[in-house]
T-cell receptor, first 118, second 118 residues
Framework: EAQVTQNPRYLITVTGKKLTVTCSQN?????MSWYRQDPGLGLRQIYY???????DKGDVPEGYKVSRKEKRNFPLILESPSPNQTSLYFC?????????????????FGAGSRLTVL | AQTVTQSQPEMSVQEAETVTLSCTYD???????LFWYKQPPSRQMILVIR??????QNATENRFSVNFQKAAKSFSLKISDSQLGDAAMYFC???????????????FGTGTRLQVTL
C-alpha cells in the first residue's frame, strides 16, 4: 500500500531533550515536506526537500533540522525542543515536477505526530 | 506570497442537505493547483478534490464539487446529500505549478469545521 509513515504518533517530552520524528514513504517520491498544525493557523510548512541531499526552509523553520540522505526518508529533528513546539506534525510527499495536470502534484500525508513539550 | 483565506471557522448542515464552504486565495501566478482536504477526528489529511487552474471545468467527485472562479480567485466546495461521515475540518490549499522553478509548497487556509446534524 502506498503510504507515508511517521513515528512516533504520540510523544511527550521535556524542554531541551533532543528528539527525532521519522518519516518514510514507499512511493519513490522526490518531494517531501514537513508541516505543523496549530489551532487557528492551519498547516504551515517547516522544511521541504526536492530530492536527496536537497533541503530548504519553509515558513517556520526555527528550532528544526532535517536531512535527506535517502530518497524514502525525511526525518525531522528537534535539537532542543521548547514548549512552543508543542504541535501536530505532518510529513507529506509527492512526485516531482511532472507538469500541469498530473496527479503527481497531489501531496500524500502521513497520519500525523502529536508532540507535547513540557 | 500566496495566501489562502477561509472566512467560515464553523459551518453546520443537516443530514441530506447541501452545504458550501468558501475559500479565496491570492496569487500572481497563472498556473497552479487548488485542493480541498478533509481532516476527520482521526486527524488524517484526506484529499477530497483538486482543480487545475488551467481547466475551466469545475472538478467533481461524487457528492463533492467545486465552484472555481479564477478571475475572482475563489474556490468553494459544495457537499451534496451531506452525511454524518462528512463531519470534519476542511482545509482549502493552494500549490503553484512546480515547473515554475522553485519548490512549490502547499499553502493552507485556516480551516472550516463542518458539523452534520440529524
Amino acid at each position: 500500500e502506498a503510504q507515508v509513515t511517521q513515528n512516533p504518533r504520540y510523544l511527550i517530552t521535556v524542554t531541551g531533550k533532543k528528539l527525532t520524528v521519522t518519516c518514510s514513504q514507499n512511493m519513490n517520491h522526490e518531494y517531501m515536506s514537513w508541516y505543523r498544525q496549530d489551532p487557528g493557523l492551519g498547516l504551515r510548512q517547516i522544511y521541504y526537500s526536492m530530492n536527496v541531499e536537497v533541503t530548504d526552509k519553509g515558513d517556520v523553520p526555527e528550532g528544526y533540522k532535517v536531512s535527506r540522505k535517502e530518497k524514502r526518508n525525511f526525518p525531522l529533528i528537534l535539537e532542543s525542543p521548547s514548549p512552543n513546539q508543542t504541535s501536530l506534525y505532518f510529513c507529506a510527499s509527492s512526485a516531482g515536477n511532472r507538469g500541469v495536470g498530473s496527479g503527481a502534484n497531489v501531496l500524500t500525508f502521513g497520519a500525523g505526530s502529536r508532540l507535547t513539550v513540557l | 506570497a500566496q495566501t489562502v483565506t477561509q472566512s467560515q471557522p464553523e459551518m453546520s448542515v443537516q443530514e441530506a442537505e447541501t452545504v458550501t464552504l468558501s475559500c479565496t486565495y491570492d496569487t500572481s501566478e497563472s498556473d497552479y493547483y487548488l485542493f480541498w482536504y478533509k481532516q476527520p477526528p482521526s486527524r488524517q489529511m484526506i484529499l477530497v478534490i483538486r482543480q487545475e487552474a488551467y481547466k475551466q471545468q469545475n472538478a467533481t467527485e461524487n457528492r463533492f464539487s467545486v465552484n472555481f472562479q479564477k478571475a475572482a480567485k475563489s474556490f468553494s466546495l459544495k457537499i451534496s446529500d451531506s452525511q454524518l461521515g462528512d463531519a470534519a475540518m476542511y482545509f482549502c490549499a493552494y500549490r503553484r505549478d512546480p515547473r515554475a522553478g522553485t519548490a512549490s509548497k502547499l499553502t493552507f487556509g485556516t480551516g472550516t469545521r463542518l458539523q452534520v446534524t440529524l
